[in-house]
């Protein structure tokens, strides 16, 4: 195992690119503080192809700054086949963590090489400690080319604040997309990550909906081609949510 003390982790994303991991040292272990209630942001990109790796978070819970078993009763996982990418969006209070990123073996034919970043973005509100929006970009749900309409069903909760879709347009494709179904008040924005770095950058967030309280959401005619990402986020509870992607041609 090797270990990363990145210190205090903010909201500016901290990038830990073309790392690898190998069968004798299958795993790495990013150790980190925040010091107050935020949004811990995980995303795992980029893995190499033909192989697994894997994603956990677990606090320091008995605050001797050392990942053991007691710590490892608790956490959360991202665990999803092949090189898809992982990612974890946690609201928690103020503490000492750490990240571990893993070979899945069985997935897996060699050295597995991967990107990852890290950050802690602030609440949106003051009291009690609100979602925000995760400044992290990892494909969760690929939808690809919108060439017919598209509906998903999701969950966002304080384990999982931010789920991100990322689609793309062609020539003469438009878009709306709405958010329904809300039992909790949850918001919608969509980035156009123009530099590829899979952070969301200024600039780069291009249209949002954050009604209050369960009004819909809606955001709508995006109308150039390109690769896009839409983030469903919690704002102040766990929600059941409807994602509707209504295409249609602009006319030429
Ligand atoms: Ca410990
Ligand atoms: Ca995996
Ligand atoms: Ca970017
Ligand atoms: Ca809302």
Redesign the pocket.
């Known amino acids: 195992m090797a270990l990363f003390n990145l210190g205090t982790l903010a909201s500016t994303p901290v990038i830990k690119n073309n790392f690898d991991l190998t069968t004798s040292d299958s795993t790495d272990v990013f150790k980190f503080q925040i010091t107050s209630g935020k949004n811990i942001n995980l995303s795992l990109t980029d893995i190499s192809a033909g192989d697994d790796a894997d994603i956990r978070l677990f606090r320091?819970?008995?605050n001797?700054g050392?990942?053991?078993s007691?710590?490892r009763k608790v956490g959360l996982v991202s665990n999803r086949g092949s090189n898809q990418d992982e990612a974890i969006n946690f609201k928690t209070s103020s503490g000492s963590f750490f990240a571990e990123v893993s070979r899945f073996a069985t997935g897996s034919s060699g050295d597995v090489s991967y990107n990852l970043a890290l950050s802690a973005t602030e609440p949106s509100g003051t009291f009690p400690i609100s979602a925000s929006s995760s400044n992290l970009l990892p494909k969760e749900f690929v939808l690809g080319d919108l060439s017919s309409n598209v509906t998903r069903t999701g969950n966002v909760n304080n384990q999982n604040t931010t789920d991100v879709y990322s689609f793309s347009l062609g020539f003469l494709e438009s878009v709306d997309i709405r958010l329904d179904g809300l039992s909790s008040d949850a918001d919608i924005r969509v980035i156009r990550d123009s530099n590829n770095n899979r952070i969301v950058d200024a600039g780069e967030v291009i249209g949002s909906s954050t009604n209050a309280g369960i009004t819909s959401e809606l955001i709508s005619n995006i109308n150039t081609p390109g690769d896009y990402f839409l983030q469903v986020t919690e704002f102040t509870g766990a929600t059941n949510y409807n994602v509707s992607f209504n295409q249609f041609s602009v006319p030429a």
Request: no cysteine; glycine share 0%; charged share 35%.
């Open positions: 320091d819970a008995n001797n050392v990942l053991d007691f710590d």
